[in-house]
């Protein structure tokens, strides 16, 4: 089954872009998942094929025209999810990607100048989402960003099917830090015990490391999870009872 992406744009020459290297690229090659890029403005009505307006209440910059988008949003409805993109969203979560991942496809809007009028997120149900707490200039980059993280999890499309499991978010940490050669590198070494061989040893230190630098650097991702609580990867946790049987 392919991954069908709809993307609505201002500026569908943008599309694939990076999207067509890659792992990314040569899915989309396959047929793996498909993409289209609608431009907005074909859906304009006027003679000056205008797609905003100035912003009831005054101020700075225009505003994308409702009637506009929901011609633009009819269009390519079909029953996937619709996403707008807009700093004022949900922030994306792999936990989202996975589901959308794992679904028919997705339709992306993407916003340009001041964003969208607030009332279409209503009149077509939008799932308004934010790729992080800065501002774009507009939705494209926000859209392919997320449609990256889907595509790489679609079957056949990562090599190692495992490596998605114990990655950043999936565990409600970030992931251990990596290591590779060369063993000694500008006076700095791999930790000895990556290099001991021993399995649970390697195991227990790589979820200790998640542990603590999730503590440091996303703390939110703790509290979001349910505290102190975390479970070893799977991995560990096979040890632990191996451990425990002798
Ligand atoms: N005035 C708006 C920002 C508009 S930026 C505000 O302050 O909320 C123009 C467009 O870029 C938006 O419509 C949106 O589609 C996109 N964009 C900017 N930042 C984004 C973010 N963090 N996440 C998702 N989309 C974003």
């Not at 707008?84 to 991942?101: D, F, I, N, S």
């Not at 989402?129 to 800065?134: C, E, R």
Request: hydrophobic share 40%; charged share 30%; proline share 7%.
């Amino acid at each position: 089954m392919t991954f069908r992406a709809s993307v609505l744009t201002l500026y569908p020459d943008m599309f694939p872009g990076p999207l067509g290297a890659s792992l990314a690229g040569k899915a989309l090659e396959q047929g793996v998942w498909s993409l289209d890029a609608t431009n907005i403005r074909d859906f304009a009505t006027d003679k000056h094929r205008s797609v905003d307006d100035t912003p009831a209440g005054g101020g700075a910059g225009m505003v994308l025209r409702p009637d506009v988008l929901a011609a633009a949003v009819d269009q390519v409805a079909d029953g996937r999810p619709m996403l707008a993109l807009t700093p004022r969203g949900a922030p994306m979560t792999q936990k989202r990607v996975r589901e959308l991942a794992a679904g028919e496809g997705v339709i992306m809007l993407c916003g340009r100048f001041e964003g969208f009028d607030e009332r279409i997120f209503e009149a077509r149900a939008l799932e308004a989402v934010s790729v992080g707490d800065y501002v774009l200039s507009g939705g494209e980059l926000g859209a392919m960003a997320i449609l990256d993280a889907c595509v790489r999890l679609l079957p056949g499309v990562m090599g190692a099917p495992s490596s998605g499991e114990e990655e950043s978010f999936e565990t409600g940490l970030l992931e251990y830090p990596h290591y590779t050669r060369p063993v000694e590198w500008e006076g700095r070494t791999i930790p000895e015990v990556l290099r001991s061989g021993d399995h649970a040893k390697i195991a227990a230190w790589r979820h200790e490391r998640a542990v603590e630098d999730t503590r440091l650097r996303r703390p939110d991702l703790i509290e979001r999870h349910g505290g102190a609580s975390q479970a070893p990867p799977s991995g560990a946790r096979r040890r632990d009872k191996e451990e425990k049987k002798k």
